[in-house]
């Protein structure tokens, strides 16, 4: 993996101190949630501490369907999709055993791998987590969102909705999430944003890949005439079996044509800063962090068939590629609903095993960031960045070879 710095940073001094700091910032970054899912804006713009202070979970995350209306060439969950119960949709049954816990989550999420708007019972559920006092969002890919869906997400109370478009080009998009229409989800999108409050937050991902890469500027453009108020520029990391395979454009070390992407990607964002729109950007090469984006110290992820996992990605074993290697990517099942209680599970040893690690990993680093600062001035960032590296406690086995832990 690459240091953060320059050999020239490395030396005494001013540099030297620049740089170390720029080392504790990307660690400290994965505080936050990023952008794995589309909630680091609205969930910090609440206060993340406060909430925990008052709140089991910052965040707890409800797969609504697994079922999906579209076949986009970069998705990793066909095949679980074509094997799914009752055709991937989440029964009420499920959401039974949720509700009681609602008060005590500050967010929730109704995306999972799937499209949220085929759940029929969505805008109720909805409204029983905004009754309970939770913000409510979902990732959709737009095309089912008629003006009545939109009023009615709009009525309940939305905090946020994120729309995956891929492409500003009709061809290009089209190609890519197959089965969709490029002028219905524009305009659906440009009708939700004429309508919505102005608190409620439209976000638009952009899952970078080479057979559309070379179209971000003109998609900045497409985001700001839609009246979005944040893209996400996401890597292609998800790979299951041969599903994702191939698409994504990071990679272990920085090369010639990952720095044309990335200084690509800074004159996006500079645009689209221009145009009035916040943005949310993956990196092309890995970091480790100390805990992922997803964040499983306070949060946790309910399957479409109720088994309850630490994170999305664990919830969907099976055959993977890390940094471009085969791996095989472990399924973390830590209990069902609505068999099991949703607060014995979270007080399980096997749930407890993920929050407990990270929280050791979170609070050595921070020990790490201290001592660098106040004590030995001579450590340099490389060595800063190899002390983190040693001391952290090893992640669990399958973060360990998921492409979040590394910032993707």
Known sequence: MNAPFGKGAAGRGIGAAKAKLEV??????????????????AIESRGRHQALEEKTWRLVQVESSLACNLSCIMCPWKSYRARALHRGVMQQEVWEAIRPALGHARMVDFTGAGEPLLQPMLVQWMHDAKKAGCDVGLLTNGLLLTRERAHALIDVGIDWICFSVDSPHKDEYERIRVGSSFAAVCKNISFFTGEKPRGTKVMMNYVMMEVNFHSIHDFVRLAAELGADQINFRQCEHVRGEHGRGLGLFGKETTPDIRKREAALREACKLAAELGLETQTAPFTPFEQC?????PRDSLFVRYDGAISPCNSLAYGGPSVFLGEDVQFPEVICGRLPKDDLFAVWSSDSSRFYRDTFVERCREYEKICVEAFVGDARLTPDGLL???????????????VCHYLYGF
Do not use: H, N
């Not at 504790?24 to 804006?41: H, N, Q």
């Not at 805990?291 to 964040?295: A, F, M, N, R």
């Not at 002390?387 to 360990?400: A, I, N, Q, S, Y």
């Open 386 to 400: 190899q002390t983190m590296r040693r001391r952290l406690p090893e992640p669990p086995p399958g973060c360990k």
């Open 24 to 41: 504790v910032k990307r660690w400290f970054s994965a505080r936050k949630v990023s952008a794995e899912t589309p909630l680091k804006e």
């Open 291 to 295: 805990v992922c984006g997803q964040d």
